[in-house]
């Protein structure tokens, strides 16, 4: 139980905290990390203000360590065949802008790590993932390597948060549609080629299950409502590309049977 007690040092909890630092419930003052502590030198099943806020920072840490590898599944399907199959670059370009404007977006809004800390390593990976698209799309366009050397030019300033307050929350509100535009190109595709390609099952799968999770941690966690919707929008979009790529595989499946 002693993890119990790390997670929620200094942790607010959602209770009436008086002048002195203290928890006021039901008329009775309680130190707010002994309403956590007494979890574990008492064996009491916590209660609800303890209980939401204590699953919700474990699930947000579980999903910093799982996010380390969530977009390799699709990287390694990409090199293993060779091939960009089905893929549409601009949508990945466009999650690589969408992490980028919400990784930001979170330091600059002072969030927990556990509320964001897979933007990160998802960030890193999509940069990856786009660079082996790029690789197996020879030849790139000279538009692509414009719009490439434009993000490396601007990304380091709005990571940086040097940018108007006002100017940021309005790229933060830009970004969810972003991220909605970065899928809507991936799924007519998928929808016009009756196939997914090379796309990866684990990969939408785990971003679609992230997506789900981070809707509870942002509200455990008080983010803002931007924050909130572009989780929302994740999880939809997520869930379509996610049932495309049963439908057809299974499509695909049916299909390879009859003609064997």
Request: hydrophobic share 45%; glycine share 6%.
């Amino acid at each position: 139980m002693g993890i119990i007690r790390e997670i929620f040092w200094g942790h607010k909890i959602k209770v009436k905290i008086s002048k002195e630092g203290k928890n006021k419930k039901n008329g009775v003052s309680r130190d707010r990390f002994e309403l956590c502590d007494g979890i574990s030198r008492n064996g009491e099943f916590p209660e609800k203000d303890c209980l939401l806020p204590l699953i919700s920072k474990l699930l947000g840490y579980i999903l910093v360590a799982a996010s380390i590898t969530v977009k390799l599944p699709q990287i390694m399907k990409i090199v293993h065949h060779k091939s960009v199959r089905g893929l549409s670059v601009v949508a990945f370009e466009l999650e690589v802008v969408g992490y980028t404007i919400s990784l930001a977006y979170c330091l600059h809004k002072g969030l927990p790590f556990s509320a964001f800390g897979e933007m990160a390593f998802l960030l890193i990976q999509a940069l990856i993932l786009v660079a082996c698209i790029y690789y197996y799309s020879q030849p790139v366009p000279m538009t692509t390597w414009f719009r490439a050397l434009l993000y490396c030019a601007v990304a380091p300033t709005v990571l940086a948060g040097q940018i108007n307050p006002t100017l940021f929350d309005a790229l933060y509100a830009s970004q969810h549609a972003i991220f909605l535009f970065a899928r809507l190109p991936q799924i007519w595709k998928n929808f016009k080629n009756k196939s997914t390609g090379e796309l990866s099952f684990l990969t939408f799968f785990m971003n679609f299950a992230g997506s789900i999770v981070r809707v509870f941690t942002s509200i455990q966690e008080n983010a803002p409502v931007s924050i909130l919707t572009g989780f929302a929008l994740g999880v939809f979009t997520n869930g379509t590309i996610l049932s495309q790529i049963l439908m057809y595989q299974k499509a695909a499946a049916v299909k390879e049977k009859k003609s064997n």
